[in-house]
Structures are given as C-alpha cells and as structure tokens.
C-alpha cells in the first residue's frame, strides 16, 4: 500500500468517524472505491488501520472535533 492510499485510507477512517461513529473495514474500503478508484481489501483495510493506531481514536476523535468547533465558534463571534 503506497503512502498516499495510506492517506486516503486515513482521511475516510477520519471522515466516517466523525460523521457516523462507524468504521467497518468493508464500508471504508467500498468508499475508496466509489470515491477514488482505489481497489483495497477489507482485510487491507484492518490490517492498516490497526498499524496506524487508528482503533485508538475512534472513540476521542468526534469529542476532539467537537471541542475544536466549540472554541472556534467561540472566537469567531468576539
């Protein structure tokens, strides 16, 4: 897997935490395909996602998003 399909795999872990809390492997690998033409297994997909360490932000990644939205909605109205 070259780096920059690492940064898509990344980017749509990212994107579907944030949007839906859901990250099967079989649901990213699908939107890879539909949105960039990439063609990576679901098995892949796990396999990355666990070496990344990205299992481990699952749960803080929206609280984080959330937080930084809240600070900056705050700034943007002083």
Do not use: M, W, Y
């Not at 579907?16 to 997909?45: H, M, Q, Y």
Request: charged share 25%; with cysteine.
């Amino acid at each position: 897997v070259t780096p920059e399909v690492k940064a898509e795999l990344i980017q749509q872990f990212t994107v579907d935490v944030i949007t839906s809390g859901r990250t099967s492997s079989a649901a990213i690998s699908e939107k890879l395909k539909e949105r960039c033409g990439i063609a990576v297994p679901d098995r892949t997909v796990r396999h990355h996602v666990s070496r990344l360490g990205l299992g481990s932000i699952k749960r803080s990644l929206p609280q984080l998003v959330a937080a930084v939205k809240k600070t900056s909605n705050n700034c943007s109205e002083s």
